[in-house]
């Protein structure tokens, strides 16, 4: 129901942002003598409309003056519309929210040969009044805008704040080069972001956009705040693979709020599952942690912070629900931290996006990829389980995660042949790929194994690369480690301690003598017993892994901050034209990239994918609601300012070409013009159609 609200609202707004721009035109028309036959609302059946002389009707009032007096308003002069008392405008409402008009005598958008010789028909009137009525729909939207953004900004908007929560390993803010070299490569969590090549950043939305509209392969300056103190990083975007959007590879600050946004209740409630303790307390969206082991906290960073002070021991986590009130402390266990292993060529090209080719392991050793969840709309909801861990993808044997996702992606539209291991028994499977390269399932990696997926030999370490101790090992994919130095090992956590122990008992180099069984499908499984040699760079990097927070990040609610006026009008409206001049940029901006390649085509929405964007901001509040119509206001004086034929721009054009040749583009070059320009409106609104149900759809 509260999805059919916001729906409702934001149609509604959306309606209203159409009578404005229609309005102008309308007033316009009036004082500049122009005769408006008509002023609807949608487009398509008239539903109702109203005329003087002819008063509410069902449908059109036109029938009913026609079926009086033989023929139609607009057909009659003024004289006989005052002597009849008839009404010289039609106001109606159409079937097809999403559009509007207004009907001068001498105008009509697709018909440019609808001239009329009446004194008080458009093409009469002087060109400097047509210049005022044609722009007057933009400037009725752009006013509207500033407007909503003066409400807005008097009330006060909350955004995510301009704050990074996380880093992605191995992405650009990760790598980030610093102007002081003191102040040590990457952004940080924590970090708040003040500037963006010289532009304030005010939200975490501002960063994004910053990202994504950066020209491709050019670095963008960053100010930060890092501990009170300013400094300055040179970031360069990259293609992030799933949006297809240049991104830096950061996510927005985080509370310790569950998240109870009505699009993410499902999935926040299915990771519930998988802690039994937080199910049992009755820990539920929207829920928020107070305190860890009787400590305050109130974001995210301090519960990573506490679980790398925890030395891997339950955290007691202090629980609150705002709604009841209810509080209750629940022991929580920490997952162990492993090495980040990223292959020294770890970034490839797929599809022309740039996909990291990370993985978590030890030493050079890498577990193999599970099945954590099949997604109800997946492709593979009957062939891959929950629990399944890939044995081999195609010609691939033992795949990494990474591996994995990458050789999918880089196979879409396609069945691909697999081995999965299912409750200990090798099954093929058949496994498909959308157009995408996706699967429906998400991965995680097999730590409670011994079995092995192929191991990484060589690792990039920043500028340079350094060989893996696992190199030496000659490990073939799908060995099993049995023990290390004579000591069992029965998975991947186990090996993570007894190497965290020989890393603190030793600075120096050290060989470890590790037993692999090789695979083997005779019921001898043959084992190899090697040596490797732990350098002190693995040393430290083992001497560095610690414990994580166990729920992630993206299941808290956002860090948020207020865009307010703080209640002054003045202040209000500056803001309100500041924002509109942004919105006006992002859009030619947003033109650019798209032809730069930067920003696909898959990208743009349309009055669909507006619709349901509307209500997901629903959920935010009315203010929100009020901030989104004035971006969508500002949009749409944009759009119909572009020179496009049977656009608002369009017709301007035609107007200064009337200026300087003395005389209006011929009838049959305004004809081919309205045709192609209705041709180029159709073919973008079926593009824009297609993208929005194929997201909703996906």
């Known amino acids: 129901m509260s999805a059919l609200t916001g729906f409702f609202l934001v149609l509604a707004g959306f309606g209203f942002l159409i009578f404005i721009h229609e309005l102008g035109h309308f007033l316009a028309a009036k004082w500049a003598g122009i005769r408006a036959d008509g ?35 607009i057909e009659m002069s003024d004289k006989d519309l005052d002597n009849l008392r008839i009404g010289e405008t039609e106001y109606s409402l159409r079937a097809l929210p999403l ?105 975490f939305i501002d960063v994004r956009l910053s990202a994504a509209m950066a020209k491709p392969d050019t670095a963008l300056a960053f100010e ?31 509370v310790t709020m569950l998240t109870d946004v009505r699009s993410s209740l499902d999935s926040v409630r299915t990771m519930l599952e998988v802690f039994p303790t937080l199910v049992a307390a009755g820990v539920q969206p929207g829920w928020r942690i107070d305190s860890v082991d009787a400590k305050p906290v109130s974001n995210y960073a301090q519960l990573t912070a506490a679980a790398h002070a925890s030395k891997g021991e339950p955290l007691a986590l202090t629980w609150s629900d705002p709604a009841s009130n209810a509080i209750t402390t629940v022991p929580l266990d920490l997952e162990p931290e492993f090495e980040t292993l990223k292959p020294a060529s770890a970034l490839g090209a797929v599809q022309g996006a740039v996909v990291p080719g990370f993985d978590a392991g030890l030493v050079g050793l ?48 396609a069945a691909i042949p697999a081995l999965v291991l299912r409750d200990g028994v090798e099954t093929a499977v058949e496994v498909r790929t959308d157009k995408e390269g996706r699967v429906g399932v998400f991965l995680e990696p097999a730590w409670d194994l011994r079995k092995m997926a192929r191991a990484v030999e060589r690792v990039s370490t920043g500028e340079s690369a350094r060989d893996t101790p696992a190199k030496s090992l000659a490990i073939i994919p799908l060995g099993e480690f049995v023990s290390l130095d004579g000591e069992p090992l029965a998975d991947f956590r186990a090996l993570r301690l007894r190497l965290i122990e020989r890393a603190t008992a030793t600075d120096e180099s050290t060989p470890l003598s590790l037993r692999i ?62 924002q509109t001049s942004v919105m006006i940029e992002q859009f030619f901006l947003t033109l650019d990239r798209i032809g730069r390649g930067s920003i696909g085509v898959e990208q743009l929405q349309g009055p669909v994918g507006i619709l349901h964007t509307g209500t997901q901001v629903a959920d935010e509040g009315l203010m929100y609601i009020v901030f989104f119509l004035a971006l969508i206001s500002v949009n749409l004086a944009v759009v119909n300012a572009l020179p496009i034929p049977i656009a608002d721009g369009g017709l301007f054009a035609f107007l200064i070409y009337e200026k300087i040749v003395g005389r209006p583009p011929s009838i049959a070059f305004q004809n081919g013009a309205a045709i192609a320009g209705i041709a180029f409106v159709a073919c973008l609104f079926l593009l824009t159609f297609y993208n929005d149900i194929g997201r909703l759809l996906s």
């Open 366 to 413: 890498a577990p193999l990829a599970r099945v954590r969840e099949v997604v109800a709309e997946s492709l593979n909801h009957e062939s891959l389980h929950k629990g399944d861990v890939f044995l081999r993808i195609g010609s691939l044997e033992g795949p990494r995660v990474s591996e994995l996702m990458k050789s999918l992606r880089s196979t879409p539209n």
């Open 517 to 578: 069984g090789l695979r083997d499908p005779s019921p001898n499984a043959t084992v190899t017993e090697s040596t490797m040699t732990l350098t002190a760079a693995d040393l430290a990097s083992l001497r560095e892994l610690d414990y994580e927070f166990p729920i992630p990040s993206a299941y808290f609610d956002p860090e948020f901050t207020v865009l307010t006026a703080h209640g002054n009008p003045l202040e209000a409206v500056a803001m309100g034209f500041r």
């Open 39 to 73: 002023f609807a609302i949608g487009m398509g059946p008239c539903l109702g409309s109203y005329r003087k002389g002819a008063g509410l009707c069902f449908g059109s009032a036109d029938a009913v003056i026609v079926r009086k007096y033989g023929k139609r308003p």
């Open 224 to 254: 930060i705040e890092r501990d009170g103190a300013r400094m300055g990083y040179s970031v360069t975007p990259i293609v992030e693979p799933i949006s297809g959007l240049l991104s830096i590879g950061v996510d927005s600050s985080r």
């Open 99 to 203: 559009g509007g008009y207004v009907r001068m005598l001498g105008q009509e958008d697709g018909n440019p040969g609808a001239v009329s010789s009446d004194a008080r028909s458009f093409n009469r009137a002087p060109l400097g009044k047509r210049a005022v009525v044609i722009l007057a729909g933009i400037t009725a939207n752009l006013v509207l805008a500033i407007v909503l953004f003066l409400i807005a900004f008097l009330v006060g908007v909350r955004f995510p704040a301009p704050r990074i929560g996380a880093v992605q390993i191995g992405s650009p803010a990760f790598n980030a080069t610093p102007v002081d070299p003191k102040n040590g490569v990457g952004l940080r969590a924590g970090d708040t972001v003040i500037a963006i090549d010289g532009e304030p950043a005010r939200t």
